[in-house]
């Protein structure tokens, strides 16, 4: 005998209603990547560098969506593990797997766009090869990321871990809904609609777990949720804001070769918003959840890049990031 945790006996326990409703809504939600006007995406309709610049942040965000892949994943095994009530087991598997077809648009448009991009890909110009040393800075960068994270479910507890995730949501639902707005190209604005509709659904079940957990934390546990929102806000800075040096250790013209990609990209039809708005945009979408997220307790962080007012919380350079994915 031993007591490792174990996925079995298992139970149909149902708990918190809003997460199975919420994991019942993916059935009739469901759509395939795969039936989208791919067509559009010939990379004869654009010049190397569009083609370039749009598998650039296709690439960046494919960062996030593999993060989300992984952390989901994992998330869904440790809640069999420990015996979490049976639709947040559920409601995690079926986020991962929305996590995969988030995925698989960006493999999908890489690789019309810009074939080999960015794991095998050779480069040939200057902007080329930026371009492909940012994305490999990031993915590099994301391994300690993942690393925190793995570690992290020996530290904390599964509930503080699982109660951070919504923060990422409130992005992701925000980005999305921004790029489909924008996108002068129906495959990207039907790809981004049938996204910001997942980041929807995995924001109103993630928050349910939240709201779920929240109501038997300590003050101290409920400072750790703020916390993670800073961290959280730190993470996803490369994709909604722009990278936080305390966390991303980035080539000296990161940002330069960035801003000169997403532009093209911008200017080809991939609705990619400008810098400032979205600082604005996400400086909204958060205060939008402040008086749900202040009712049960939990504080904002105060986030100076975006002009967000709250708690104060302080991250060192090299300081481990434990954060939820998108
Ligand atoms: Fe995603
Ligand atoms: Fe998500």
């Not at 560098?49 to 993060?67: D, N, P, R, T």
């Amino acid at each position: 005998m031993s007591d490792t945790p174990n996925i079995f006996p298992g139970n149909w326990d149902v708990i918190t209603p809003i997460i199975l409703k919420t994991y019942e809504h993916w059935f009739s939600q469901n759509w395939s990547p795969v039936e989208l006007p791919w067509d559009e995406l010939d990379s004869k309709n654009f010049d190397s560098k569009e083609g370039l610049a749009q598998a650039y942040w296709m690439s960046k965000l494919a960062l996030f969506e593999k993060s989300g892949i992984g952390a989901f994943g994992l998330a869904a095994l440790q809640a069999g593990r420990y015996n979490m009530e049976d639709p947040a087991k559920k409601f995690l598997a079926a986020v991962t797997y929305d996590e995969c077809r988030h995925d698989e648009i960006c493999r999908r448009a890489c690789s019309r766009l810009c074939p080999a991009f960015p794991y095998r890909f050779k480069p040939k110009t200057r902007l080329e090869e930026k371009a492909l040393s940012n994305i490999n800075a990031l993915y590099e960068n994301g391994k300690r990321y993942w690393k925190a994270f793995e570690q992290a479910w020996e530290k904390y507890p599964l509930e503080l871990i699982f109660s951070s995730f919504f923060f990422a949501e409130i992005g992701a639902q925000l980005i999305f809904r921004e790029v489909a707005d924008r996108s002068k190209l129906r495959v990207y604005s039907n790809a981004f609609t049938n996204i910001t509709k997942d980041e929807s659904r995995h924001l109103t079940g993630t928050l349910g777990m939240l709201e779920r957990l929240a109501t038997t934390m300590n003050d101290q546990q409920k400072l750790t949720i703020t916390r993670q929102m800073k961290h959280g806000f730190i993470y996803l800075s490369p994709l909604l804001f722009r990278p936080v040096g305390t966390f991303w250790r980035l080539p000296k013209d990161f940002l330069q070769y960035d801003e000169e990609l997403e532009h093209i990209a911008a200017d080809s039809g991939l609705g990619i918003p400008s810098l400032q708005d979205r600082a604005k945009d996400w400086l909204q979408a958060i205060e939008r959840y402040r008086s749900k997220l202040e009712n049960m307790g939990i504080a904002l962080p105060q986030i100076e890049d975006i002009g967000l007012q709250g708690v104060q919380v302080d991250v060192k350079k090299g300081d481990d990031i434990i954060a939820a994915p998108l």
